[in-house]
């Protein structure tokens, strides 16, 4: 007999960019009801909080898009290879007009706790405001990349000027010509950030830990011809998304690796596509530059002496050369100009890793052991808390007031990076345990999986989706077993947001499936065809 009290919603989900406004075209279509409820002033997730200058995709926007409508990808038309922040949120704007999504979106809300109710088997979500509302299923959306990390630096609040995090830059903007700014960190954010910044602050000084493998972008406009070819083309690019290990529309080398290679081919079809662009040169060169140590060294010393020829001071090359992991150990950024600005006189490296490690926080700048540093902006470019952060910040309370937060304190585990025991009827999308791929695809193929779940139950008249415990040991030592496979587990210095490794205060650990995302896709794939046996389905009594 199903449950008797009837919720607000069958559907809350928390988070208005790729996923929430996925989720509403989706769970509409399966004639359910859904709010999406999300913290910012406005829809676009990632795009609405990284807002500081050079933020862009670093997917080629073709493919960096939800798929659902044929009339949408065909009727948008983008401008760039690589959308700025600006457009991405444009786009954004669109499939949320064109589908009439903004009834379904609440903003400016923040939720502060979602507790699984047990004699009634709903969720229960608490605003900020003191608004409460229930639903059946609950649906985290909030992203895999979208909770700051704030390193703990003595004297933070010391500092006159802005301090702030990339992701949280001011909206109304924020004036750095002729200023004096310190950016802390030096991934993807500052790879994007650096080179624009630099062009008008009086100067910039980066404080590096690790260097980064960096691969260029080259940054193209979206011509007439190429628009016609790709939307002449959209249901084969959409194809390859799905069927790709890193979810974007490449083709493979199908076969060919540098191991059997002679070592002049191997450069010279190393320097053919290196020109083009996008992380193509990792997956459209040699089918063994991820799994073979050698090969992966010869890759990773060919982008170092790429590096180098763009960067004229011998002691700057040496400090941005990576040093004891695996290329790719690290998901590299794409470079727009990031190693040219160190050849500027108004752009400086610090070695924070080594060298001279941060101090504290002063009222003008920035103390190392050997310097101090006079600040009029400093920026916190220090990455996240991937996959697990949002859902951690927020108090999610499963059976018997579990908290989400307390059941992962050692492992980050799930099923699939969809289901976790002991809290029915949440639906996770891109989880712990997710491949990291094209997000656009990765959280399409989510969504369906998710709805796929919820129209069964709906038609079963099942009330609750109880992930089994043992169900998720299994994925977790799966996801644990094809990661000790991979260069990931390799090298002395692998400090991966993707391990977890940038948190002072948890271990690392395993948080993404490796094992390719087509792979992924087709599991999902069987585990609806199969009827879900990961989970137990149920009814209330009553």
Same mark, same amino acid.
């Given at each position: 007999?199903?449950?008797?009290?009837?919720?607000?919603?069958?559907?809350?989900?928390?988070?208005?960019?790729?996923?929430?406004?996925?989720?509403?075209?989706?769970?509409?279509?399966?004639?359910?009801?859904?709010?999406?409820?999300?913290?910012?002033?406005?829809?676009?997730?990632? %795009?609405?909080?990284?807002?500081?200058?050079?933020?862009?995709?670093?997917?080629?926007?073709?493919?960096?898009?939800?798929?659902?409508?044929?009339?949408?990808?065909?009727?948008?038309?983008?401008?760039?290879?690589?959308?700025?922040?600006?457009?991405?949120?444009?786009?954004?704007?669109?499939?949320?007009?064109?589908?009439?999504?903004?009834?379904?979106?609440?903003?400016?809300?923040?939720?502060?706790?979602?507790?699984?109710?047990?004699?009634?088997?709903? %969720?229960?979500?608490?605003?900020?405001?003191?608004?409460?509302?229930?639903?059946?299923?609950?649906?985290?959306?909030?992203?895999?990349?979208?909770?700051?990390?704030?390193?703990?630096?003595?004297?933070?609040?010391?500092? @006159?000027?802005?301090? *702030?995090?990339?992701?949280?830059?001011?909206?109304?903007?924020?004036?750095?010509?002729?200023?004096?700014?310190?950016?802390?960190?030096?991934?993807?954010?500052?790879?994007?950030?650096?080179?624009?910044?630099?062009?008008?602050?009086?100067?910039?000084?980066?404080?590096?830990?690790?260097?980064?493998?960096?691969?260029?972008?080259?940054?193209?406009?979206?011509?007439?011809?190429?628009? #016609?070819?790709?939307?002449?083309?959209?249901?084969?690019?959409?194809?390859?998304?799905?069927?790709?290990?890193?979810?974007?529309?490449?083709?493979?080398?199908?076969?060919?690796?540098?191991? =059997?290679?002679?070592?002049?081919?191997?450069?010279?079809?190393?320097?053919?596509? %290196?020109?083009?662009?996008?992380?193509? *040169?990792?997956?459209?060169?040699?089918?063994?530059?991820?799994?073979?140590?050698?090969?992966?060294?010869?890759?990773?010393? *060919?982008?170092?002496?790429?590096?180098? =020829? @763009?960067?004229?001071?011998?002691?700057?090359?040496?400090?941005?050369?990576?040093?004891?992991?695996?290329?790719?150990?690290?998901?590299?950024?794409?470079?727009?100009?990031?190693?040219?600005?160190?050849?500027?006189?108004?752009?400086?490296?610090?070695?924070?890793? =080594?060298?001279?490690?941060?101090?504290?926080?002063?009222?003008?700048?920035?103390?190392?052991? =050997?310097?101090?540093?006079?600040?009029?902006?400093?920026?916190?470019?220090?990455?996240?808390?991937?996959?697990?952060?949002?859902?951690?910040?927020?108090?999610?309370?499963?059976?018997?007031?579990?908290?989400?937060?307390? @059941?992962?304190?050692?492992?980050?585990?799930?099923?699939?990076?969809?289901?976790?025991?002991?809290?029915?009827?949440?639906?996770?999308?891109?989880?712990?345990?997710?491949?990291?791929?094209?997000?656009?695809?990765?959280?399409?193929?989510?969504?369906?999986?998710?709805?796929?779940?919820?129209?069964?139950?709906?038609?079963?008249?099942?009330?609750?989706?109880?992930?089994?415990?043992?169900?998720?040991?299994? %994925?977790?030592?799966?996801?644990? #077993?094809?990661?000790?496979?991979?260069?990931?587990?390799?090298?002395? @210095?692998?400090?991966?947001?993707?391990?977890?490794?940038?948190?002072?205060?948890?271990?690392?650990?395993?948080?993404?499936?490796?094992?390719?995302?087509?792979?992924?896709?087709?599991?999902?794939?069987?585990?609806?065809?199969?009827? *879900?046996?990961?989970?137990?389905?149920?009814?209330?009594?009553?």
């Amino acid at each position: 007999m199903g449950a008797q009290q009837q919720p607000d919603y069958d559907v809350i989900a928390i988070g208005a960019g790729f996923a929430g406004l996925g989720l509403i075209h989706y769970i509409r279509e399966a004639g359910l009801s859904i709010q999406v409820f999300d913290k910012a002033s406005d829809i676009g997730g990632t %795009w609405t909080w990284n807002r500081y200058p050079g933020a862009a995709s670093d997917s080629e926007c073709y493919y960096y898009c939800l798929t659902f409508s044929k009339e949408l990808l065909q009727e948008w038309k983008w401008t760039v290879r690589y959308p700025g922040w600006e457009e991405n949120l444009s786009y954004m704007h669109f499939v949320a007009d064109r589908c009439d999504m903004w009834p379904h979106i609440q903003l400016n809300t923040e939720i502060v706790s979602a507790d699984f109710q047990e004699d009634s088997g709903l %969720w229960q979500i608490k605003t900020a405001a003191g608004e409460a509302f229930t639903c059946k299923y609950l649906v985290s959306a909030m992203g895999m990349i979208s909770e700051p990390v704030i390193p703990d630096i003595k004297g933070m609040d010391n500092f @006159k000027g802005p301090l *702030f995090h990339s992701a949280r830059w001011p909206e109304e903007g924020l004036d750095y010509a002729g200023k004096r700014v310190g950016i802390i960190g030096s991934g993807a954010t500052t790879v994007q950030m650096l080179p624009v910044v630099a062009e008008t602050a009086a100067n910039v000084t980066v404080f590096q830990r690790t260097a980064n493998f960096v691969m260029p972008a080259v940054q193209q406009p979206m011509t007439e011809e190429w628009e #016609e070819d790709i939307k002449a083309h959209y249901d084969e690019i959409i194809a390859k998304c799905r069927n790709h290990v890193f979810g974007m529309a490449f083709d493979s080398p199908v076969g060919r690796t540098i191991e =059997e290679t002679p070592p002049e081919e191997v450069q010279a079809i190393l320097e053919e596509h %290196w020109p083009r662009g996008s992380f193509r *040169f990792v997956f459209e060169t040699f089918d063994d530059l991820l799994s073979n140590p050698e090969s992966n060294k010869v890759a990773g010393d *060919f982008v170092v002496s790429k590096m180098k =020829e @763009k960067v004229k001071d011998p002691e700057i090359q040496e400090m941005l050369t990576p040093k004891g992991y695996p290329f790719f150990a690290k998901r590299p950024p794409l470079d727009h100009g990031y190693f040219e600005a160190y050849n500027r006189d108004n752009v400086k490296l610090v070695d924070i890793g =080594e060298r001279e490690p941060i101090v504290e926080i002063t009222e003008t700048g920035i103390r190392t052991t =050997e310097n101090e540093y006079e600040f009029d902006i400093i920026v916190l470019a220090t990455g996240f808390q991937a996959y697990t952060g949002a859902q951690e910040a927020l108090p999610i309370r499963g059976r018997n007031g579990l908290l989400l937060r307390d @059941k992962w304190d050692t492992e980050s585990s799930s099923i699939m990076g969809v289901f976790v025991a002991d809290f029915p009827n949440l639906f996770m999308i891109t989880g712990p345990q997710a491949p990291f791929a094209n997000l656009p695809t990765s959280i399409e193929e989510n969504i369906k999986y998710i709805v796929d779940c919820l129209n069964k139950m709906e038609s079963e008249d099942l009330d609750l989706c109880e992930p089994i415990q043992q169900a998720e040991e299994e %994925w977790t030592a799966h996801v644990a #077993e094809i990661h000790e496979q991979t260069l990931m587990a390799q090298g002395d @210095k692998v400090h991966s947001w993707m391990m977890g490794a940038n948190l002072e205060n948890r271990n690392p650990r395993v948080l993404i499936y490796f094992g390719g995302a087509n792979v992924y896709y087709d599991k999902l794939r069987e585990s609806a065809d199969a009827g *879900f046996p990961e989970v137990e389905f149920a009814q209330m009594a009553g």
